[in-house]
């Protein structure tokens, strides 16, 4: 597509429960990115890769996140037994050049 | 360890003034760009610079990336209120600056 397209837009979890994150890159673009977004400003990079390779894992959480992206099918963000901090916006961006990168429009996760 | 200081955090003025943000950091990047973010939407790109030195113009908006390409600046003239949002510095090792959250007032 021509766009970053996110699914779900919203998800509620209860605390302990797995969440699950979608993202279909623009066609095209071999990096994927996945950040988090918390209190409406900070974005705190998560991990990206380039196809279904992983190119950056830095930011990723040791424990309970993990992301793939598989040929022929949409990114993956997994949460396993969610916790109140990980409320927030998770967005995934797409990119053929790098630095450069196309957004979507985000996952707002809220953790109850 | 956040790399990018963005300043101010917040800027709130009145339609028509002029504004500076900046983006600094103790590291040199080999690029930096400029998003904006609106409410409910993600970050969209404005520009990249990536020379030291380098100006960018981009209607009312002027983008400098310092000589030694550790910092950055971004200069709106006469602004409007469809300048209204989040503006974020990104540099090449993929990391947001803290972001200057502008609100602009008829």
């Known amino acids: 597509g021509e766009e970053v397209a996110q699914t779900p837009k919203h998800l509620v979890r209860g605390e302990g429960q797995k969440a699950k994150l979608y993202c279909a890159p623009i066609?095209?673009?071999?990096?994927v990115f996945w950040y988090q977004q918390v209190l409406k400003n900070e974005f705190k990079f998560l991990i990206s890769?380039?196809?279904?390779?992983?190119?950056?894992e830095t930011g990723m959480p040791k424990e309970r996140f993990s992301a793939k992206c598989l040929p022929n099918s949409p990114c993956s963000l997994e949460i396993q037994a969610t916790k109140l901090e990980d409320s927030a916006v998770y967005f995934c961006a797409s990119s053929q050049i790098l630095p450069e990168a196309f957004f979507g429009q985000g996952t707002r996760l809220t953790v109850v | 360890t956040q790399l990018l200081e963005q300043s101010p955090q917040f800027l709130s003025i009145q339609e028509g003034e002029n504004l500076t943000v900046y983006c600094n950091s103790s590291?040199?990047?080999?690029?930096l760009q400029w998003y904006r973010q609106e409410p409910g939407e993600g970050p969209v790109l404005l520009v990249t610079?990536?020379?030291?030195?380098e100006v960018k113009k981009l209607k009312r908006l002027t983008f400098q990336f310092g000589d030694a390409r550790k910092d950055s600046s971004l200069h709106i003239t006469a602004a409007q209120t469809g300048d209204t949002g989040l503006y974020l510095c990104?540099?090449?090792?993929?990391?947001f600056g803290t972001g200057t959250r502008l609100q602009v007032f008829p």
């Open positions: 610079v990536v020379t030291g030195g």
């Open positions: 990104r540099a090449d090792k993929l990391i």
């Open positions: 890769f380039q196809n279904e390779n992983v190119f950056d």
């Open positions: 066609k095209g673009h071999s990096y």
């Open positions: 590291s040199v990047f080999s690029s």
